[in-house]
């Protein structure tokens, strides 16, 4: 049986200007590959608790979905309070198209929405995010095989500062870069995905590795690099219909936020995350979920990280032409 995914990535990314230079994020499993493709992405990460604390995915008072912005409250230090917590979310318009059958372009556009809690403050900002753009070969492709397939895409992209950086509280003090919707920098990243298939199942790998850059108040994030394991399971349930089933592993690291090319030690991240998803599949229409929560994590003074959840529908063009012949 032909195994034809492609591992649709969404490297360094993530909380857009916020958390998201320090994560990265997956968008699923889709069973439509070299076609063109236009998806909506729904992001949601939590950080809350401190070591030794509970860490709730929804900590009390907070909101999974896009709350109203709220810069009224005072900006204080973390001190330990359990209730502390810091939330980032995005929702994203993404599209791929295939130039030539081994070549794709890729652009992400993001609109984010961060909050945070401290000592009972709570804040919430939000705002257009970052442009991504980035292209990907696919350098190993052999998905037409009767039971063994496997597929090597390797890529790079840059990261547009077109969010802004300089959102204020009421009473005119700066946010801090992580709550900002834009980061302010040019970033470049590089990736590798790499996909092996038997019969039904399968393991796909993406590994990436961002370069940071610094936004006109001198602030940066440490170079990081992400990588994401997934083992699935496909079943046909009909002519029509299939879903994809799967496990998730989602490995972080960064030495957090710099200030004039130097390293704070703030928001430092190494940790490993585990998880579920689903992938279900009607025609050219694809529907991704996936949740998953922290397995281990390094020591930190900050909230520690608790779960990262996605929802993603994708609609696959039927392309039979590329612009590139080969």
Same mark, same amino acid.
């Given at each position: 049986m032909k195994i034809k995914f492609v591992l649709f990535v969404? +490297?360094?990314?993530? *909380?857009?200007?916020?958390?998201?230079? +320090?994560?990265?994020?997956?968008?699923?499993?889709?069973?439509? /590959?070299?076609?063109?493709?236009?998806?909506?992405?729904?992001?949601?990460?939590?950080?809350?608790?401190?070591?030794? &604390? $509970?860490?709730?995915? *929804?900590?009390?008072g907070s909101k999974f979905l896009f709350p109203k912005n709220d810069r009224t409250a005072s900006l204080t230090e973390h001190n330990g309070n359990p209730n502390d917590y810091e939330l980032y979310r995005t929702?994203? +318009?993404?599209?791929?198209?295939?130039? !030539?059958?081994? +070549?794709e372009l890729n652009a992400i556009i993001a609109y984010n929405s961060n909050s945070e809690r401290y000592n009972g403050n709570t804040s919430s900002i939000s705002g257009v995010g970052d442009i991504n753009l980035?292209?990907?070969? !696919?350098?190993?492709?052999? =998905? /037409?095989?009767?039971? *063994?397939?496997?597929?090597?895409?390797?890529?790079?992209? =840059?990261?547009?500062?077109?969010?802004? $950086?300089?959102?204020?509280?009421?009473?005119?003090?700066?946010?801090?870069?992580?709550? &900002?919707?834009?980061?302010?920098?040019? #970033?470049? *990243?590089?990736?590798?995905?790499?996909l092996i298939g038997y019969r039904k199942f399968g393991l796909s790998i993406n590994s990436s590795y961002k370069f940071n850059g610094e936004n006109n108040e001198q602030e940066g994030i440490a170079n990081s690099n992400t990588t994401f394991l997934n083992l699935f399971y496909t079943q046909k349930i009909s002519k029509?219909? &299939?879903?994809t089933p799967s496990v998730q592993f989602f490995y972080e690291k960064s030495a957090g936020e710099t200030y004039k090319g130097v390293k704070t030690g703030e !928001?430092?991240? @190494? @940790? =490993?995350?585990?998880?579920?998803?689903? #992938?279900?599949?009607?025609?050219?229409?694809?529907?991704?979920?996936?949740?998953?929560? @922290?397995?281990?994590?390094?020591?930190? /003074? !900050?909230? &520690?990280?608790?779960?990262?959840?996605? =929802?993603?529908?994708?609609? @696959?063009?039927?392309?039979l032409y590329y612009l590139l012949k080969s």
């Open positions: 969404l +490297i360094t990314l993530s *909380f857009s200007a916020s958390a998201c230079d +320090i994560c990265g994020c997956f968008m699923g499993l889709t069973p439509y /590959d070299n076609q063109s493709s236009v998806g909506l992405l729904y992001r949601y990460r939590s950080f809350s608790g401190y070591q030794g &604390q $509970n860490h709730y995915t *929804f900590p009390t929702i994203e +318009i993404r599209g791929r198209y295939f130039v !030539h059958k081994r +070549i980035y292209a990907g070969y !696919h350098l190993i492709r052999k =998905l /037409d095989q009767s039971t *063994f397939n496997q597929r090597l895409i390797v890529g790079a992209g =840059l990261k547009l500062p077109s969010g802004k $950086n300089d959102l204020k509280t009421t009473s005119g003090i700066r946010y801090s870069a992580l709550m &900002q919707p834009g980061t302010g920098s040019t #970033d470049g *990243f590089v990736y590798a995905n790499y029509d219909w &299939q879903v !928001h430092e991240m @190494n @940790n =490993l995350m585990a998880g579920i998803g689903a #992938d279900l599949y009607y025609k050219n229409i694809a529907l991704n979920i996936g949740i998953q929560k @922290n397995a281990w994590e390094a020591e930190t /003074d !900050h909230p &520690q990280s608790a779960a990262k959840i996605y =929802l993603g529908v994708t609609y @696959n063009i039927n392309q």
